[in-house]
């Protein structure tokens, strides 16, 4: 298709040529999916494709070689979206504008410059160009740890690979235009995972994901109607009997005067504070499930109006999904129905035992619905008994050996319940490790949590590992300050040959819950 220049509308001014914008064609210009086809795109794009450009440099070398870096990295980037929350938190849309304008700056700071300023580009494309567009701070120290790989002194030698997992991307040797896109179109269509610094069951873990939103997709549109008057699939048969089953298995409402006269709040335990606050949450979210199925019953029966509300829920229970009615009251889950209400049972469990049998010895950190509250707790009654000011206090992580435990510890806390992913856990180094081909996530050993002061802190190469309440591993800040899903940083001891940045790109982080 050509578009003449004279036929060129670069503006409307007058108001009458609306008409225009509505009844006109609007073009989008889609990246391509691939690293191949991004980097054709980008060897092909302006100013790159323009010669006087490419060739402009008064260090040609260092030149081309950083700038086939830049327009990988933006690639990368770019494809890493793929894998969800594995590869960012949050879905950024970098675009092309951020690659013209790194690369325009990195001509001007080499032309300028008698040495490569690393550091200065470094900035300038990591925080400032594509950084700007990044709101998570995870996902900086990612993007940063990835710019890494391509802004090195390193990637002047010929030996160099940007993975070792895969030889075959590199930075070419110095040479024309044509000969950057001769090697392009040499690459492989499908990249592996190691590319873009992440395990092999990166792979896995994408295609999992598509195959569940490719599902989610096609439940929507299945009917809510039987086929015959007395299927066994009558939808109406299957969410009675659900809800008749769960109603069942739900307790009775907590009794918090009779629970505060046992555990009263009292300035030496702020643990008793915790417990009624989490109970208090638990009783809003229990009466809003047992009152939904009720209601929900009676509906189908036809003793109350099915409202839009109920509806909702009926709808829920048969798609087997958490109705949104209750998901906000509830703490997070990406949980089917039937496993969502599996873990509330297991919360419930959880709080019941430790209200007839005391604080338990080692707390269970899936099963709090505010987990900053608890790890408020900790820290308080660690800072009131040694009259340390809270502030002054920081977390030391110890990695346990053994699977259970039957004493407290004096100070401090011991927690379970988290699984590991990105990494593996080697439970004879105590060190983290590569993943096992296949498994996903681990379940990650026990961790006496203990305040000191920073001063006291030993000091071990170690990963700083975020904890996040589900996988999606995006959140929003809640009036509370805190972040809905993001809750602490944990530091797991590392090997010390693996620096913290591969890890980093691995996307390696520590969850309270899985999604089944």
Same mark, same amino acid.
Not at 506 to 515: D, E, I, V
């Given at each position: ?10 503006a ?17 210009q ?9 980097? #054709? ?29 830049l ?18 938190? +949050?879905p950024?849309e ?30 300038l ?21 990835? #710019? ?53 069951? $990166? ?10 939103? #490719?599902?989610e ?14 299927s ?16 069942? &298995? ?9 629970i ?16 009624? *606050? ?7 979210l ?5 009152? !939904?199925?009720?209601?929900? *019953? =009676? $509906? ?7 409202? $839009?509300? #109920?509806?909702q829920?009926?709808? $829920? ?9 209750? +998901? ?10 039937? &496993? ?11 709080? *019941? ?18 987990? *900053?509250?608890f790890?408020? !707790? ?26 259970t ?43 006496? =949590? ?23 591993r ?11 899903n993001?809750? =602490?940083?944990?530091n797991?001891p590392r ?9 980093? =790109? ?10 089944y």
């Open positions: 298709m050509c578009i003449r220049d004279s036929l060129r509308i670069t409307l001014q007058d108001s009458a040529h609306g008409s225009l914008h509505q009844n006109g064609m609007k073009l989008v889609e990246p391509p999916k691939g690293l191949r086809s991004n980097l #054709l795109r980008s060897f092909t794009s302006d100013p790159i494709v323009d010669p006087k450009f490419f060739e402009s440099s008064n260090k040609p070398e260092a030149f081309k070689k950083l700038l086939f870096g327009t990988f990295f933006h690639s990368l980037v770019q494809e890493r979206r793929k894998f969800g929350p594995l590869g960012w938190n +949050r950024y970098f675009n092309d504008t951020d690659m013209r304008i790194s690369v325009k700056q990195l001509h001007m700071f080499i032309n300028e410059n008698p040495e490569v300023p690393y550091e200065a580009l470094s900035y494309v990591g925080e400032c160009n594509y950084g700007g567009r990044v709101t998570d701070d995870w996902d900086r120290r990612c993007l940063l740890s990835t #710019l890494n790989v391509f802004f090195t002194p390193d990637i002047l030698l010929d030996d160099y690979r940007f993975s070792m997992d895969s030889p075959e991307y590199y930075s070419p040797e110095e040479g024309e235009h044509s000969d950057y896109v001769n090697y392009i179109q040499s690459l492989p269509w499908e990249q592996k995972p190691g590319i873009f610094g992440l395990h092999g069951n $990166a792979d896995i873990t994408k295609d999992e994901r598509d195959a569940r939103l #490719l599902l997709a096609t439940l929507s549109t299945q009917p809510r109607e039987a086929s015959g008057k007395d066994a699939l009558d939808p109406k048969k299957v969410v009675l009997q659900s809800a008749k089953d769960v109603h069942s &298995s739900m307790p009775k409402l907590f009794d918090i005067e009779e505060t006269a046992k555990y009263p709040l009292t300035y030496g335990q702020s643990m008793n504070t915790v417990l009624l *606050q989490e109970l208090i949450r638990y009783n809003r229990l009466a809003i499930v047992r009152s !939904g199925l009720d209601s929900v *019953q =009676m $509906a189908i029966r036809g003793e109350v109006v099915m409202s $839009a509300d #109920l509806e829920v009926y709808n $829920a229970i048969y798609d087997n999904k958490i109705p949104d009615g209750w +998901r906000k009251r509830s703490f997070p889950s990406l949980k089917p129905f039937g &496993s969502y209400i599996a873990d509330l049972l297991a919360r419930l469990a959880f709080l *019941q035992k430790w209200i007839d049998e005391g604080p338990p010895p080692v707390f269970w950190i899936s099963g709090f619905f505010f987990t *900053q509250s790890l408020t !707790g900790i820290m308080q009654n660690y800072a009131r008994k040694y009259g340390i000011e809270i502030d002054k206090l920081v977390w030391d992580f110890t990695i346990m050996t053994e699977e435990y039957d004493k407290a510890p004096e100070d401090g806390c011991f927690i379970n319940g988290l699984f590991l992913e990105g990494a593996g856990w080697n439970n004879e180094t105590g060190l983290l490790c590569e993943s096992k081909p296949k498994e996903l996530y681990v379940r990650f050993p026990i961790i006496y =949590m203990k305040p000191v002061k920073p001063e006291d802190l030993v000091e071990v190469p170690h990963y700083r590992c975020p904890t996040y309440k589900t996988t999606d995006q959140g929003v800040l809640s009036t509370t300050g805190h972040s809905t993001f809750i =602490m940083v944990i797991l090997r010390q040959n693996d620096p913290e940045s591969y890890l980093v =790109m691995r996307g390696t982080a520590l969850f309270t819950q899985l999604n």
